[in-house]
């Protein structure tokens, strides 16, 4: 870690303390409880002196073994010149989040694009439908556990 | 009147009629993906021109077109669509498949959930270009394969009757050179009907 | 002051008021100016569109599914047929993110050859777009003289890559093959070639009063609204926003070039456009820099049967394509294939925001706003 990440870090754990750093990254990252998240998240974007204004992408990933899913963003500031990683973990059995349509909009679309392939529930999201797949498809695909007679499975000797 | 099967009169009308087909066929373009930007490449833009064999109005409905020209891959949510485009064409109507996914999925083959394997499982297709994708040179030897097939194939007297489809791959070892020249031979070879000993110059010449 | 009425105000005035009924017109899945099968459900009030609706998923291939069932230099491939436009800059994120994770180092070589291809690969991009930018608008020309010089590149391509579209040529430690002996010659061909061109073309379309008119003020994306939705490549600079990742996080061998970030001020369709044949000029300005010096060296660092375990870490390559920031996230887990690959594409964040500039505008604008967006829908689905 930088010297400047590290002043970003200290930063951000002066708003709230539970912010961690996310060893399991090759980049600057840092981990938030899921029920800090949108606090955390408009403090990343309204603070003047970190500014993440942008948000470039939002991914889920499945830990089928530990029974998580863990989402993933990732936050530009022009101010800084500095991406950023934010993860946050949530349990398989509740998948349940929390929206941030309304600090960044495009998340709306980024959001249904993971509840389409990961079935990931989002609280106070304006329109959560499904992106790609059809609206009566069954199942979310992405998910480790996820079955289909369609799919072929390659068998490697 | 009844008429007789391969009668003078039947396969010299058929000929006519194949000749005609065959070169001026109207390609509805399907284009979904990267096999679109060759076939725009093959069809309209600047280095080569499909108005060569008579296929160059390219029509964007389905209802003025005769070949359908499937560029790219298909997935389960398209493949409706497809269907639908296809029974609006008016008969006869001809399938060209272009690319390896409209063969059999392509890259796409394995763990895909939504990767139709193959067009054919939804409409029937003639010809299969393959390429990944393939060249505008493969679109020209699949739509003079499909000339081929017309000219010879289909009959006034047995309508709708159609050959297997075909695959239209280029032979190995060989370079663009020789493309080029198999297909200026052919369009000199097959702009020519003939039938048994009959040109249809002579048919006009003869009723003049 | 006596006020004068018009028509509009009369009829509004008749009992009961004028009334227009809105109706939805549906665009796409299979049609010509949306550039491939992008469905747009359009709330039209007349000619003026009120809302937009994108409807996705019609090339949804599930590439982020079947690149988990690869290993790394596998996934490659597949983001050829991704954005097929920028097929060298696709392949050359996946490479960063796994060359990241194993810890490779290049040799000069590589790097320069890499930059090489990648700018020519955005000319010919741009060309594509310039050429069916101008039949969007009606103009047919621009389409043949786009392709014919488009050509010129792809041939090059071919020559040294074997392929014209789908390139696969950057690998995870280096390159697939080592450039063709007549690569730095025809390549000066077709730099002094496009050198002429582009002014012609300058004044070919640019110039052209019916284009201007038809961009100008046109699908305006403010600056803090490009942001807010993500937009990055042209659309963002043409708003003003100079992000450029060749600039603000160099790799390759852009931390050592000279060139310039073209950016707009409006924000509006022209904007874009002028940014993209200015993007042109500033590729040819790098790859006439670079052409004369190719290190020597090796084309592959790595052996092609060394395994790629990737460690249990997560990995975000970036690159700018010819449409903005491609990101590979890849999650490994001790083993040869990804536990995850995510792909942040740039025509995703480009996309969405028809849905913010075409409200209120007229239809034929929004042919003209989407052509300007420049968006490749196979990379939005993947």
């Known amino acids: 870690m930088s010297e400047r990440e590290a002043t970003i870090f200290s930063l951000i754990q002066s708003c709230c303390s539970e912010v961690i750093l996310n060893e399991g990254s090759g980049s600057f990252s840092i981990q938030v409880p899921s029920e800090k998240l949108v606090f955390v998240m408009e403090h990343l974007k309204k603070s003047e002196s970190l500014a993440f204004v942008m948000l470039l992408d939002h991914l889920a990933v499945d830990w089928k073994e530990m029974g998580e899913f863990e989402l993933v963003y990732q936050l530009y500031s022009f101010k800084l010149d500095q991406r950023i990683e934010v993860t946050t973990k949530i349990p398989r059995a509740i998948p349940n989040a929390h929206s941030v349509s309304r600090i960044w909009p495009i998340a709306e679309w980024q959001e249904r694009e993971v509840y389409d392939l990961f079935g990931i529930y989002y609280i106070n999201h304006p329109d959560l439908r499904r992106l790609f797949l059809e609206d009566d498809w069954k199942g979310f695909p992405l998910r480790k556990d996820y079955e289909d007679p369609f799919m072929l499975e390659l068998v490697k000797e | 009147m009844a008429v007789e099967e391969n009668s003078f009169l039947l396969t010299t009308v058929d000929a006519l009629v194949n000749w005609s087909r065959a070169n001026s066929l109207w390609p509805l373009a399907f284009g979904t993906s990267c096999c679109a930007i060759e076939m725009m490449m093959a069809s309209t833009a600047a280095r080569h021109d499909i108005a060569r064999f008579g296929a160059e109005v390219v029509r964007p409905s389905p209802r003025q077109a005769d070949l359908l020209i499937v560029a790219g891959t298909i997935v389960k949510r398209m493949a409706s669509r497809l269907k639908r485009l296809y029974e609006q064409m008016p008969e006869p109507r001809y399938v060209m498949a272009t690319g390896s996914c409209t063969i059999a999925g392509g890259p796409f083959y394995y763990n895909s959930y939504t990767t139709v394997r193959g067009i054919d499982e939804i409409i029937p297709v003639d010809v299969f270009v393959p390429g990944c994708p393939p060249r505008p040179e493969g679109l020209f030897y699949g739509l003079l394969v499909l000339q081929r097939m017309i000219k010879e194939g289909e009959s006034v007297a047995q309508p709708g009757v159609r050959r297997k489809p075909v695959m239209a791959a280029l032979p190995p070892a060989m370079t663009l050179k020789d493309i080029q020249k198999e297909i200026a031979a052919l369009l000199v070879e097959r702009s020519e009907v003939k039938t048994r000993g009959v040109s249809p110059n002579r048919i006009w010449e003869e009723r003049a | ?382």
């Not at chain 3, 700018?119 to 608008?137: A, N, P």
């Open chain 3, 1 to 382: 002051m006596i006020e004068v009425g018009s028509l509009k105000a009369r009829m509004e005035s008749t009992p009961g008021g004028l009334k227009t009924e809105e109706y939805f017109v549906n665009m796409g899945p299979q049609h010509p100016s949306t550039h491939g099968v992008l469905r747009l459900v359009l709330k039209m009030d007349g000619e003026t569109v009120r809302e937009v609706i994108p409807v996705l998923g019609y090339i949804h291939r599930s590439i982020e599914k079947i690149a988990e069932h690869l290993n790394g230099r596998q996934i490659v491939h597949l983001t050829d047929r991704m954005d097929y436009l920028s097929s060298a800059m696709n392949n050359w994120a996946v490479s960063l993110a796994v060359e990241e994770a194993l810890q490779i180092e290049l040799n000069p070589r590589i790097e320069t050859i890499r930059t090489i291809v990648a700018e020519l690969e955005r000319i010919q991009s741009h060309l594509l777009w310039w050429g069916v930018l101008g039949i969007d608008l009606g103009a047919v020309t621009t389409f043949f003289y786009g392709f014919r010089d488009r050509e010129m590149i792809t041939d090059i391509l071919e020559e040294t890559t074997g392929a014209r579209l789908t390139l696969n040529y950057i690998q995870p430690g280096g390159l697939m093959f080592d450039i063709h002996p007549h690569f730095v010659k025809r390549v000066k061909e077709v730099l002094a070639h496009l050198k002429i061109k582009i002014c012609e073309y300058e004044t070919l379309l640019s110039e052209n009063v019916i284009l201007q008119n038809r961009l100008r003020n046109v699908g305006i994306l403010t600056s803090e609204k490009a942001i807010s939705m993500g937009s990055t490549g042209p659309v963002l600079r043409g708003s003003g926003v100079a992000l450029d990742l060749r600039k603000q996080k160099p790799y390759g061998v852009y931390g050592s070039v000279e060139f310039d970030v073209p950016v707009g001020s409006v924000g509006d369709s022209w904007d874009r456009y002028w940014v993209r044949v200015e993007e042109i000029r500033q590729s040819m300005r790098i790859i006439e820099q670079l052409i004369d010096n190719i290190p020597e060296g090796k084309f592959m660092v790595m052996k092609p049967a060394k395994k790629l375990t990737l460690p249990k870490k997560s990995y975000f390559g970036q690159v700018e394509t010819a449409r903005g920031i491609l990101g590979v996230y890849i999650q490994g887990c001790e083993k040869e294939e990804p536990h995850r690959v995510h792909f942040r594409s740039p025509n995703f964040n480009n996309l969405w925001v028809i849905t913010q500039i075409a409200p209120g505008g007229k239809m034929a604008d929004l042919v003209a706003t989407l052509s300007t967006l420049d968006l490749v829908i196979p990379d939005i689905d993947r």
